[in-house]
């Protein structure tokens, strides 16, 4: 719950000491003014659909200045330990996202866009059990590509990838895209 607080006031926050998330979030969050959801990626190559399931669902997915998103709170694991919020992605079906991670070296940004398939929650409400299933353009190629950037993912609604390439030109970083 503290990772997605703190993203809910603006401040980025990754889990495992994920710099690429982090990075990749700061743009993300900074570029749209919402708090971006960040988790473990499983990609159906046959389907061309990405996974990504976490406990990171923010309040302000939506935006800083909108409303709270709805929510439930329940624990992380199955002694009652820790907090989350739980949020149902399936309202978001249709919506577009862009999805994005720092490479190990932060000279290079993964990114790609897709649109919300359906949501879900895993393993009875513990762990890491918030889901979001998306339709990509290639999963075969963002799976591929990402094998040179990490675990995480960050996902933030809307479309920001034509943002993302140009604040790449002024920063002075590579852009890898799957669009």
Known sequence: MTHALLKDSGFPAA???????LLAMMVEMYLSEKA????????????????IMHSDAGLKMKGFDEANSPYEIKTFTKSGFGATFRYDFNKDKG??????????TATKVLITKGTIKS????????????????????????????MNFGHHLTMVFGD????????????????????
């Open 95 to 104: 919506e577009v996202v862009t999805i994005a991670r720092f490479d190990p």
């Open 15 to 21: 889990c495992e000491k994920d710099i690429n998330a």
């Open 119 to 146: 949501g879900s929650e895993l393993f009875k409400g513990i762990r890491c059990a918030q889901n979001v299933e998306i339709s990509i353009p290639d999963g075969r190629e963002l799976m591929r590509k990402q």
């Open 160 to 179: 920001y990838t034509q943002e993302i390439i140009d604040l790449a030109e002024i920063m002075h970083f590579d852009v890898v895209a799957v669009l």
């Open 36 to 51: 971006p959801y960040m988790g473990n990626p499983t990609v159906n190559v046959e389907e061309n659909t990405l996974s």
